[in-house]
């Protein structure tokens, strides 16, 4: 067994949590008693207008293991992880939700996993508690869709309770994105990930703070960032109208068909092109996009044989 640094951060995003923080800090410490590692706990406040706040710094002041990034308003859930693991410090860094969905004895088999030498040991959810019949279909069919046009690998029902070490947090940290999905940023990384199976609980208090809009726009990062099909979409509609434009015309001369019926024909086969171009522009537009992303070109994980480093580009 691989022995690993023995200090594990956790970062917990929250947003207007006043219900549940308490219970939630609480929870974790005497999860964290049970442990022999050390433990930091890193809240993000995401702009709370609630007491989430008052009660973090109540607890931070009485322990210093507990910490706040205090953000100026809310920039949403994404943006949250991508500060609050610039702050650790640990060798290991464990990203979950503050409403206890994910529960914290998961931790324990994510380390396990992690001292056997995984780099990053995701939550898989096998089942989603008191969570709606609208929510849990979208969720399904989103991951699935995703999976299936992306080029990288974005496992299935995965969110973002994971554990990761500390050299695919410092990869993570370089990338910048100014539009995160960072569970697609943490399969692009790569390195050895392995999936633990859990049954996701339900909330302990209060509402979801991911409405619809907000996972509209979670869907939507996740797919433009990681998939230029969309684009490839509209090309193919394009490409299709134009053909059936084309062959109305050649319909309407071979049996003689009247003008309107030509007009019309044209008009399709002109809808097809106009349709065709812009994907064609959107995929150039999508490589200025890919090109102006602060993603690493790739990643070396070890080079054998080297007696000096080699700089590696945009890293
Ligand atoms: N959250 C956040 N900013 C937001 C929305 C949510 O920091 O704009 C936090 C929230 O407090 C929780 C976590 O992100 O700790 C997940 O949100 P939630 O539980 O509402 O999402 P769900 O589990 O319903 O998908
Ligand atoms: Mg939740």
């Known amino acids: 067994m691989v022995e690993k640094a023995d200090l594990v951060s956790i970062v917990l995003p929250v947003f207007n949590e006043e219900e549940l923080i308490a ?42 293991n507990i910490k706040l990034v205090n953000f100026s308003r809310n920039f949403g859930h994404q943006l ?6 610039r702050y650790t410090s640990g060798s290991a860094v464990v990203v979950m939700d503050a409403d206890l969905q994910d529960s914290p ?17 995701y939550g898989q959810r096998v089942a989603r508690a008191g969570e709606s019949k609208f929510k849990k279909f979208t969720a399904a069919t989103f991951y699935r869709l995703l999976d299936r046009i992306t080029s990288i690998e974005i496992p299935v029902d995965t969110g973002d309770f994971r ?5 695919v947090v410092d990869v993570l940290t370089s990338m910048d994105e100014p539009e995160p999905f960072v569970r697609g940023m943490v399969s692009w990384v790569g390195f050895k990930q392995a999936a633990v199976r859990y049954e996701r609980q339900e909330r302990i ?21 990681f998939s230029n099909f969309p684009l490839k979409l509209i ?30 024909s044209v008009v399709v086969a002109m809808a097809g092109a106009v349709i065709t171009s812009v994907g064609v522009l959107g995929s150039y537009i999508y490589r200025t996009f890919v090109a102006s992303r602060k993603r690493p070109l790739y990643v070396v994980e070890s080079a054998v044989g080297f007696t000096e480093t080699v700089s590696q580009p945009n890293s």
């Open 235 to 264: 090309s193919i509609i394009g490409s299709g109208l134009f053909g059936i434009g084309v062959a109305l015309i050649l319909g309407c001369l071979i049996f003689s068909f009247s003008d309107v019926d030509i007009l019309a």
């Open 105 to 121: 004895e998961i931790i324990s088999k994510m380390i396990s996993m992690w001292q056997q030498g995984y780099d990053v040991v």
């Open 23 to 64: 219970t939630t800090i609480n929870k974790l410490e005497k999860y964290v008693e049970t442990r022999n590692e050390r433990f930091e706990l890193i809240f993000v406040n995401d702009g709370s207008s609630d007491r989430t706040v008052q009660i973090i710094k109540h607890h931070a002041s009485r322990k210093p």
């Open 205 to 225: 208090a209060g509402e979801t703070k991911y409405p619809l809009k907000k996972m509209f726009k979670l869907a939507m990062d996740g797919i433009t960032s």
């Open 80 to 85: 949250a992880i991508t500060a609050g693991i």
């Open 163 to 167: 554990l990761m070490d500390r050299k």
